[in-house]
């Protein structure tokens, strides 16, 4: 069961707003450069995976071995590539109900924070406009430890102020449940209910509005 909501910590991509297809145009385009194919299926794998752990994974399918020196040329090509994507971002592009259901709970004095592996989440929040929704904004500049490691949700819960069991977070991956749990948090699973069986809620996206605030 869902404890009372003082806190609520986002995940970005697939909770908030789709970046996966921006990442899969990016590391599709370094695959291509290096003569190998990468598909849809293929970019499944890298959802809410480090940057360099991505780059790995796309190597393994590529068949190609280089040195590490080479690796961290090539994350910065896929990164810049992924910034010029994402720059031209609008507010059209937070996922159905995702700004509405910010908006609503901080109207409702919910902390609100984000718990993100990306390094470029500041870039996106501005450029999709919701930035100010948010106390606090935990990314990969702040983190070393991927999910499902708590490290992200736990610094969050530090930045809010708030006690872990009073924050409750809204993931689309099995790992990030895992994390939140680790973490002592309740945890909403967004999208599959297969894949996100151990969260406590599971709903389809924001627009559905899920939890019953301390105030009501
Ligand atoms: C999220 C995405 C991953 C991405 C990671 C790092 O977790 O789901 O696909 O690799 O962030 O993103 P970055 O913007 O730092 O390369
Ligand atoms: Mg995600």
Redesign the pocket.
């Known amino acids: 069961m869902i404890r009372e909501m003082h806190a609520a910590i986002f ?4 909770v908030i707003v789709d ?2 297809k921006y ?1 899969y145009l990016a590391w599709k385009r370094l695959a291509n450069e290096m003569g190998f194919d990468f598909t849809e299926t293929d970019n499944e794998r ?6 360099t ?2 780059l790995e994974i796309l190597l393994e399918i590529g068949g190609s071995t280089i040195d590490d020196a080479a690796k961290a040329k090539l994350a910065d090509q ?2 810049s590539w ?1 910034v010029d994507y994402i720059s031209h971002m609008d507010v059209s592009e937070p996922l159905p109900g995702a700004a509405e259901y910010l908006q609503c709970i901080r109207a409702k004095n919910v902390k609100i924070a984000l718990g ?6 500041p870039l996106i929040l501005e450029r999709i406009g919701i930035s100010s929704l948010f106390d606090a904004i935990v ?2 500049n702040k983190v070393s430890k991927a999910k499902p490691d708590p490290e992200v949700f736990l610094r969050a819960a530090e930045e809010l102020n708030i006690a872990p069991t009073e924050c409750v977070v809204f993931e689309d ?1 099995e790992a990030g449940i895992e994390a939140a749990h680790r973490a002592g948090m309740s945890a909403v699973g967004i999208g599959n209910a297969n894949v996100l069986k151990d969260a406590e809620i599971i709903i389809p996206g924001l627009f559905a509005f899920p939890i019953t605030l301390p105030s009501e």
């Not at 995940?11 to 697939?14: A, E, I, Q, R, S």
């Not at 890298?46 to 940057?51: E, P």
């Open positions: 995940d970005l991509d697939g970046t996966a990442h890298l959802k809410g995976v480090s940057r752990r991505s896929k990164n992924y993100s592996a990306s390094k470029n989440a990314d990969g991956a």
